[in-house]
């Protein structure tokens, strides 16, 4: 045999046998809810990714609920699944929980949230992004874009509990805090969602002025985003113009935002979480190699020079 058809012959028996193993692994994803276009975007990836490596994969929706994650995680343990995949909608409660899934042998792997320091030992990898950073890298581009003009920022903070809307928070805050002309004027949760967004987005309004003491808003996803934009246009001003946007996720509709000169920038949160979780668990149930604690995606920064029409067709291409 040359060595061209060996090497042919090793990665085809690898493949199979890769293949193989993972076809036999059932996983069970608590999965937080569909509150926003990027949410509903991890879903559909999640799905593709398992389907990918035959995975058997069940998803369970908890609509927003600790409670219904918790009743999930419990089912998957009934269940007797290889592995659980838990986006932890707040970052505390869950040790009993989790003490069970250990017990009864199933590692866990946290997506795209985390949970508080002193439950390390209950799971076994986090695939998460820097969300301090992501918070940071908003910060720092809008201190750069209003250089020394005094500016007035409101902020659209996620849901709360969750890690990333603590995190996104003190990114921002420790970024800005050098810049004495940029201060946050006002700060409330719009739970991550369009609607909540809009509604928090028109009471700052009316509280500054009919908005024209804000230089700028801060939310921690696009979708508040796209429903302060509307807030906005409601209000007769001109997002994207006179007052400036910044975000995080990446979804297809900033794009569209941005494309119309109506948003500025945004940081990107891949919704491919699954994909790097379900190499690991494999990984650890075929080979028994162990995973770095956190697997840490990219945080890219997006602005109006990129493109957004081009973007925004691509990331629709993908199904998002
Ligand atoms: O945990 C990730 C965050 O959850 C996303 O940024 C937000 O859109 C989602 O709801």
Known sequence: ??????????????????????????????????????????????????????INFKIADAQQKQENQIKAIRSF??????????????STGWDSVLKEAKEAQ?????????????????????????????????????????????????????????????????????AIASHSNIKVVRS????????????????????????????????????????AIQAMKEAGLKPGKEVLTVSIDAVPDIFKAMAAGEANATVELTPNMAGPAFDAIVAFKTKGTVPPKWIQTESKLYTAADDPQKIYNSKKDLGY
């Not at 994803?29 to 990918?52: P, Y």
């Not at 874009?145 to 921002?172: D, H, I, M, Y």
Request: hydrophobic share 45%; net charge negative; proline share 2%.
């Open 1 to 54: 045999m040359t060595l061209k058809a060996l090497l042919a012959a090793t990665a085809l028996s690898t493949a199979l046998g890769f293949s193989a193993s993972a076809a036999e692994l059932t996983v069970g994803f608590s999965q937080i809810g569909s509150e926003s276009g990027w949410r509903a975007a991890e879903t559909v990836v999640s799905k593709a990714e398992a389907k990918k490596r035959n």
């Open 77 to 90: 343990i009934a269940q007797g699944v290889d592995a659980i995949f838990l986006a932890p909608v707040v």
């Open 188 to 227: 409330q949760t719009g739970d991550f969602t369009r609607a909540k967004g809009k509604e928090v987005m028109e009471s700052f309004i009316k509280a500054e002025g009919g908005g024209k003491n804000i230089c700028a808003v801060y939310a921690h996803n696009d979708d508040m985003m796209v429903g």
């Open 106 to 174: 199933i590692p866990v792997v946290l997506l795209d949230r985390d949970i508080d320091p002193s439950g390390k030992e209950l799971y076994l990898t986090a695939v998460t992004s820097d969300s301090v950073h992501e918070g940071a890298v908003a910060g720092e581009w809008l201190a750069k874009t209003v250089g020394t003009k005094p500016c007035n920022v409101v902020e659209l903070q996620g849901t709360v509990g969750a890690s990333v809307a603590a995190n996104r928070k003190k990114g921002f805050d420790t």
